[in-house]
């Protein structure tokens, strides 16, 4: 991908109609914004959610226009509803054609279960080698044990399944791909937790973000506030870009810790993260 333009941000969207009606809980996103964070080290500017409509599909992927790398995820398998491939293909202005190569590659993994199906169905299966044909338009594939490719589009949308699993191995080997174009912002990003209410916590916690827009340049320096209710404790994050010392940071938690009171303390990132994902002993 070398002469492609710089990435500095990321977005997703995820299609389909079970994640909105809440059928499926969606993980893809939460797995391309860590990805986004601790490996890329650029941010995630916007994740969108639509349906499997062709409008909504265009009119979302337009949202996301000022992101350098974008992936979705979702609406490419073989039944009526999966449209995203002929969707993507309008958006761009292109064809969206039976690929022979991918076809190829199907017959050659998939013999066996090809071979059982009949003449409809050997043409729904085939739904998902029909993809947007054009001078800008690539296939990547990661594993010869896969048919399916990413498909790329001007080296900026990429259309990647929704099945967890597979989703997040190809966006693994497509981040490894497109690294040499990352523009890092790298983040550091620090807790502080407290017994110390949101309420009694907002008005500090506003004046000094205001002061450090002032010093730095707004959001610089950003400062959130999480409750754990059943923690019965709040976090609160302090994330830093790179222009921002790590003597700076330290200097901002100690700020913290002393104006919110409440037993305040620094914890690491994995004392936030059993903090998230588990309950308190009962």
């Known amino acids: 991908m070398s002469g492609s333009s710089p990435i500095k941000s990321a977005g997703i969207l995820i299609i389909g109609d079970e994640v909105l009606n809440g059928k499926i809980l ?30 909504d599909i265009i009119s979302s992927l337009e949202t996301l ?3 350098e790398f974008v992936l979705t995820s979702g609406g ?48 729904a299966f085939y739904r998902m080698a029909t993809l947007p044909r054009g001078e800008n338009v690539e296939k990547i594939y990661i594993d010869d044990k896969l048919w399916v490719p990413i498909v790329g589009i001007n080296k900026r949308v990429f259309i990647l399944p929704g099945i967890p699993q597979l989703f ?46 002032s010093k730095l340049g707004k959001l610089t320096v950003k400062l959130g506030s999480y409750p754990h209710y059943l923690w019965k404790i709040n976090t609160i994050s302090i994330i830093g870009d790179n222009s921002v010392s790590s ?12 104006g919110i009171g409440g037993d305040a303390k620094l914890i690491t990132v994995e004392e936030e993260d059993r903090l998230t994902t588990t309950e308190p002993e009962r």
């Open 26 to 55: 969606d993980t893809n996103s939460h797995e391309f914004a860590k990805y986004c964070f601790k490996e890329l080290g650029i941010p995630l500017k916007r994740t969108v959610v639509c349906g499997d409509d062709e409008d």
């Open 65 to 67: 226009k000022d992101c």
């Open 76 to 123: 490419i398998g073989s039944t009526h509803d999966d449209i995203t491939y002929p969707a993507i293909a309008k958006a761009f202005n292109l064809p969206c054609e039976l690929d022979q190569e991918v076809v190829e590659r199907m017959q050659s993994i998939r013999e066996s279960y090809l071979s059982t199906l009949s003449e409809q169905q050997l043409d």
């Open 168 to 213: 997040t191995s190809l966006m693994l080997a497509l981040g490894e791909s497109i690294k040499p174009r990352i523009v890092k912002n790298e983040q550091t990003r620090l807790f502080v937790t407290t017994k110390t209410g949101e309420s009694e916590l907002a008005p500090f916690l506003k004046s000094l973000q205001e002061k450090y827009d």
């Open 247 to 258: 003597e700076l940071l330290n200097e901002i938690v100690s700020e913290v810790i002393e």
